[in-house]
């Protein structure tokens, strides 16, 4: 399905019944890639999933990728839809979105599940990461993601892939992506969840927890970046979905809850 707000033509889904969930996917990705967690989750909710600007089957306009702004796109795209209050699901870049929407609709945002989010940038990654983004460039992905320049060529119906790269390296490379100051301000039930192996170190995750107000922190043993997308998934991810719709109907991180 399509809907168009302020010069985007969204792309988005639609699974499932009950309370709308909003799920947020990464950089350089699609909800295309998330089939087997979305459809756990519509199982329980109904489950909304959004290309965002310039990933998947949306086209990108001129604008720079920024999570401010791009939270300001979509929080317009679920004031087209008129959603009712929503849950947000978001993985890492969508989990930096994810906090940013929290902050900024409050009364709107029901509780977030913020998977491998970064709010320090590039201070808070691996060292082989940062060398990934160092490296960024379309010859880059097309050697060592080949599967991201394809998907992307068959997706996007206006595909500017030199452009998109240079917007996702450069949002990539900044610090200080989401400010203490809204993860302390935050006033939506907030579970964090991340890889003991991710390229987010997971002290930062750990930090997050204690930044924002009564947040949970759900950590996965021997798990990466990567667990929760089609390719990877695993037992782990399939339990973790209990514990997320637990958190979801139950609101545990009231309790202030951690899983390691």
């Not at 799920?23 to 979305?38: A, I, Q, S, V």
């Not at 996007?156 to 993860?183: G, Y």
Request: overall charge negative; hydrophobic content about 45%; glycine content about 6%.
């Amino acid at each position: 399905m399509q809907i168009p707000t302020d010069g985007i033509n969204w792309f988005y889904t639609t699974e499932g019944q009950g309370e709308p969930l909003l799920f947020l996917h990464g950089g350089l990705d699609t909800c295309e890639n998330y089939e087997t967690l979305l459809a756990e989750l519509a199982k329980d909710f109904r489950v909304i999933a959004v290309d965002r600007r310039g990933h998947g089957r949306t086209a990108d306009t001129e604008a720079p990728f920024e999570y401010a702004l791009m939270a300001d796109e979509l929080i317009s795209f679920t004031q087209a839809l008129d959603l009712p209050p929503f849950h947000i699901v978001g993985y890492s870049d969508g989990a930096n979105l994810g906090l940013h929407m929290a902050n900024c609709l409050p009364d709107k945002v029901k509780n977030l599940i913020a998977i491998s989010a970064n709010y320090l940038g590039v201070s808070g990654m691996s060292q082989g990461w940062l060398e990934t983004v160092e490296a960024l460039s379309v010859d880059f992905v097309q050697e060592h993601m080949p599967e991201v320049a394809q998907q992307y060529a068959e997706l996007n119906p206006a595909p500017m892939l030199e452009s998109f790269i240079s917007k996702t390296k450069e949002l990539w490379s900044r610090d200080c992506v989401v400010e203490v100051e809204i993860l302390q301000a935050l006033q939506t039930p907030t579970l964090i969840v991340g890889g003991d192996r991710d390229i987010v170190l997971p002290e930062q995750l750990v930090d997050m927890k204690k930044l924002i107000p009564g947040a949970s922190l759900l950590m996965l043993p021997y798990c990466g970046h990567f667990v929760f997308q089609d390719f990877a998934w695993s037992n782990t991810a399939a339990s973790s979905v209990a514990v997320f719709k637990d958190f979801l109907t139950t609101r545990f991180s009231a309790h202030n809850a951690d899983f390691f």
